[in-house]
């Protein structure tokens, strides 16, 4: 059997549990890490020096800066991985990560955090080669549900995360859960180190930076990719103008004295309800097609998206947002198999590098939006994620209908 220059050896495949396992781990570690850091900021910036009536101004703009920093290396990452290993690539962005924890950790005033917050962009892209080695080793009618369970592991990292750090928050503050993530942090990048086999050969002799050039070019040329990046966009970036203010509507409505457990226990409840909503829309996907069950999830979405402004007490707002958030969460996940049988197996490992390019400018876009749209109604938020759920509906619709430009490994899955 001839294999393709850029797959693993066939043997390989009989690991695909093993590498879930360490991925999803992985994934979980940094996953609680950014939730705790995107629940808490917004109220650890008054310590930092900034007056309150900045603070919304502030959680948007900071949330956008360490975003779009490192959306123009993207391409590098992914050449690189291409051009030499995956394994070292992936642990670079943990190791980057580690510096900003230090960074924020000892921060004693705004543009130091900011700075902190800013490195972490640069760690970008080891989620998509992760889901590109994934995709190699897991069994075709397996993918929709081991994207589903490596994704998952960020629901229970939001349920786990802030829950925890609430209380770490409260009682010794945020600089001691930054070290606490950075212990971890540096968990994940020994557990890479020694458990993760690196199966991936290389024979191209391409330069790197011409390997990143066509990176963009091969996902510009496919209407399709180009299409789907563009609704995930906006499907991304909804969702990531909500879940920045959330920490912002949470304490509006709380009337105690422990405002992070307060925070940390209504986002840990959305991170319990994606745990439990993502895996189920990952096997539907598997069983009734990955298209279809995308685009009813953000059907069900964009009506979802008003309901947490029309609550009144804190109970109904985190019942509202527990709802929007599972079903949120596991049509992005869902997203990357549609991704992924988008294109054939010499390119995915270069397109799937880009595969959070979407969340990234999306996590740039929503709060920016937010950082100018939102004055003194903290609430508006969830009726401007409904009209940019609306718009990715759209572009989904339209994207589907695009034709395949390269075969996918999965056709029948691709539909």
Not at 203 to 212: G, I, N
Not at 274 to 282: D, F, R
Request: net charge positive.
């Amino acid at each position: 059997m001839l294999l393709n220059h850029n797959s693993p050896a066939p043997e390989s495949r009989n690991h695909w549990h093993r590498l879930l396992l360490i991925f999803s781990v992985a994934c979980l570690i940094e996953s609680a890490f950014y939730g705790q850091v995107g629940a808490f900021t917004p109220i650890y910036l008054p310590k930092l020096g900034l007056p309150l009536a900045s603070v919304p101004m502030w959680t948007g703009a900071i949330m956008a800066i360490s975003n779009v920093i490192g959306i123009p290396f993207l391409p590098l990452w992914g050449a690189l991985a291409d051009r030499y290993a995956r394994k070292p690539i992936i642990i670079r962005s943990f190791i980057v990560e580690l510096m900003g924890i230090v960074l924020m950790m000892v921060s004693g005033n705004i543009w130091i955090f900011v700075l902190g917050r800013a490195l972490l962009s640069l760690s970008l892209g080891n989620s998509g080669l992760m889901m590109t080695t994934l995709s190699e080793q897991a069994p075709p009618n397996r993918l929709g549900l081991a994207f589903s369970i490596m994704n998952g592991a960020a629901p229970l990292a939001a349920f786990a995360g802030p829950l925890v750090g609430g209380l770490i928050v409260d009682r010794s503050g945020f600089p001691m859960l930054m070290g606490a993530d950075g212990v971890l942090i540096v968990v994940v990048i020994v557990m890479l180190l020694v458990g993760y086999r690196d199966a991936f050969r290389v024979r191209s002799e391409v330069p790197v930076l011409r390997m990143a050039a066509e990176s963009v070019f091969i996902i510009w040329r496919s209407k399709r990719v180009r299409m789907l990046f563009g609704a995930l966009l906006f499907l991304c970036a909804s969702w990531m103008l909500g879940f920045t203010y959330v920490p912002l509507a949470i304490t509006a409505l709380y009337k105690g004295t422990h405002p992070n457990s307060a925070v940390g226990i209504v986002m840990a409840v959305g991170g319990l309800m994606t745990l439990l909503l993502s895996p189920i829309m990952g096997a539907l996907s598997d069983r009734f097609g990955h298209w279809k069950v995308l685009i009813i999830g953000a059907v069900v979405s964009l009506v979802l998206w008003p309901l947490p402004a029309f609550t009144h007490n804190l109970f109904m707002f985190g019942a509202a947002w527990a709802a929007l958030n599972g079903v949120t969460s596991g049509i992005f996940a869902i997203s990357f198999a549609v991704m992924s049988n988008s294109v054939s197996d010499d390119v995915r490992g270069r397109v799937m590098s880009f595969a959070y390019l979407p969340f990234n400018i999306g996590a740039f876009l929503g709060p920016a939006i937010g950082s100018l749209a939102i004055k003194s109604n903290v609430f508006a938020i969830f009726h401007i994620s409904a009209i940019l759920t609306g718009m990715c509906i759209a572009v989904l619709l339209i994207a589907r209908r695009q034709a395949v430009d390269i075969a996918p490994a999965n056709t029948e899955l691709s539909r």
